[in-house]
Nanobody, 121 residues
Framework: QVQLVESGGGLVQAGGSLRLSCVAS????????MGWYRQAPGKQRELVAG???????NYADSVKGRFTISRDNAKNMVYLQMNSLKPEDTAVYYC???????????????WGQGTQVTVSS
C-alpha cells in the first residue's frame, strides 16, 4: 500500500558529501514523522535523524553539525544532506515514515529497502 524508495547512496572519500533522498508513494493520507536510520555490519540499526511534519528535527550526537535532514511535504519526500563524512558513517541507510492511509486509520511505520553509503579513508 505504501512504498518508500531511497536513492543517493554511493562511495565517497572521507571529508566528502552525499545527499540521500527518499520518496513515499501509494495510499497516503498523511505522513507524520520521517527519518533516516542506518545499520553498519554487525551493529544494530540506529536513528540518524528525524523530522516532524512541522519541521522539528532531531539528530544523533554522532552526526550533529554534519548532517541535515529536510522534507518536502508536497512531494512526500525526505532528504539527508551528509557533509564531512567519516569512515564510521559507512552503513546501509534506511528511510522511515509514519503514514496514515486514511482519516480513520492509525499511523503505521514503513521502511525503505536501504541504500549503501561507503566512506573510504
Amino acid at each position: 500500500q505504501v512504498q518508500l524508495v531511497e536513492s543517493g547512496g554511493g562511495l565517497v572519500q572521507a571529508g566528502g558529501s552525499l545527499r540521500l533522498s527518499c520518496v513515499a508513494s501509494g495510499s497516503i493520507f498523511s505522513i507524520n514523522t520521517m527519518g533516516w536510520y542506518r545499520q553498519a555490519p554487525g551493529k544494530q540499526r540506529e536513528l540518524v535523524a528525524g523530522i516532524t511534519s512541522g519541521g522539528r528535527t532531531n539528530y544523533a550526537d554522532s552526526v550533529k553539525g554534519r548532517f541535515t535532514i529536510s522534507r518536502d511535504n508536497a512531494k512526500n519526500m525526505v532528504y539527508l544532506q551528509m557533509n564531512s563524512l567519516k569512515p564510521e558513517d559507512t552503513a546501509v541507510y534506511y528511510c522511515n515514515a509514519g503514514v496514515r492511509i486514511g482519516a480513520m486509520e492509525r499511523s503505521r511505520t514503513y521502511w525503505g529497502q536501504g541504500t549503501q553509503v561507503t566512506v573510504s579513508s
